[in-house]
């Protein structure tokens, strides 16, 4: 047998516990592909065990659970695409995959791993994203025993007039980077508002929104709020009385307002620079002012949302 050395012998002659014999290292290369090849023919096992017993108990009922399943995701997704958390939607996914595939595969270690981490991002979303998963589950098994008021609809002039002046401001405001906020009566009163602010019965003009929000001064820390083409209040904390209102759109009492009291809510976040829409479940967010106006005749003028 001839003895062959390697650089790494050639380079380390000290060290002469070093395998460099060439039939030491086949031999190890052969007992790692013959693991690998185990292994993979174990794994090929065990999924077409698990897909023979899913197979043989399929029936009718697991075609309605497959359905039931369907359903609840696209309810789901109808609910989350205005969100934030459909941002997180893909990565829950990808975990549910590497369960799904770690199982069937006899990756237990893998399994655990990642049903453990699936776990912990479900509990932290609950804890951090808790107002609005409540606000989504109330928007759909919240029973109302009173009869649907009539609604009433500002005058199409007033409308037009209100949305000109919204959007001048918001101009001079996000060229500013000056955060603002407003509410936008439409068919439902919005008293409760009115009492936690500053009363008001002043025409709607750009130059006073401005000085609002511009000026330094009480009035420009919580909302303005419109009704018509007037100004009935500004400074309003919404529904909590002297409280801090943060101007942005995923703040639960401006989701709750734009819910419970199916008002427009207009907000300009100066550290995301984007302006939003909330109305009823649905936001828009990072709109031109362009955008803004088309939305808000839309919302407004032509009653389409």
């Known amino acids: ?33 013959n693991q690998l090849s185990t292994g993979l023919t174990q794994m090929r096992e065990t999924a077409v065990l698990f897909w023979a017993g899913l197979v043989g108990q399929f029936s009718l009922i697991g075609l309605i659970d497959l359905i039931l399943v369907a359903t609840i995701l696209w309810w789901l997704y109808r609910k989350l695409r205005r969100t934030d958390l459909i941002t997180i939607v893909p990565k829950i996914f990808l975990l549910l995959i590497l369960v799904l595939l770690s199982r069937i595969l006899g990756l237990w270690a893998l399994f655990y791993v990642t049903a453990f981490l699936l776990l912990i991002v479900l509990l932290a979303i609950a804890a951090l994203y808790a107002p609005e998963i409540k606000h989504i589950l109330s928007s759909d098994l919240k029973l109302s025993y009173h009869p649907r008021a009539v609604t009433t609809h500002t005058s199409t002039g007033d409308a037009q007039s209100a949305i000109k002046t919204i959007v001048e401001a918001l101009a001079v405001l996000t060229r500013s980077n000056k955060p603002a906020l407003f509410v936008v ?22 130059d006073l929104l401005i000085d609002f929000f511009t000026g330094g001064s009480a009035l420009g820390k919580g909302a303005t709020i419109i009704d018509g083409n007037k100004i ?42 984007d302006i939003s829409v909330i109305v009823g479940d649905d936001s828009y967010k990072k709109l031109a002012l362009a955008d803004l106006t088309k939305l808000l005749q839309n919302i407004l003028v032509y009653h389409r949302i």
Do not use: H
């Not at 790494?8 to 007992?31: H, K, Q, R």
């Not at 009163?189 to 002043?202: D, I, Q």
């Not at 709750?256 to 207009?266: C, H, M, Q, S, Y």
């Open 232 to 273: 009935i209040c500004a400074g309003s904390t919404l529904f909590r009385g002297n409280a801090r209102i943060l101007f942005n759109p995923t703040n639960p009492m401006i989701q709750r307002t734009a819910k419970e009291l199916n008002a427009v809510v207009v907000v300009f976040n100066k550290t995301a620079g």
């Open 1 to 33: 047998m001839v003895r062959v050395k390697s650089s790494w012998g050639a380079l380390f002659p000290s060290m002469s516990f070093f395998p460099y014999d060439t039939e030491v290292i086949n031999s190890w290369w052969t007992v790692l592909v």
């Open 185 to 206: 009566k439409r068919d439902k009163p919005l008293t409760r508002l009115v009492e936690n602010g500053t009363k008001m019965n002043s025409p709607l003009k750009a």
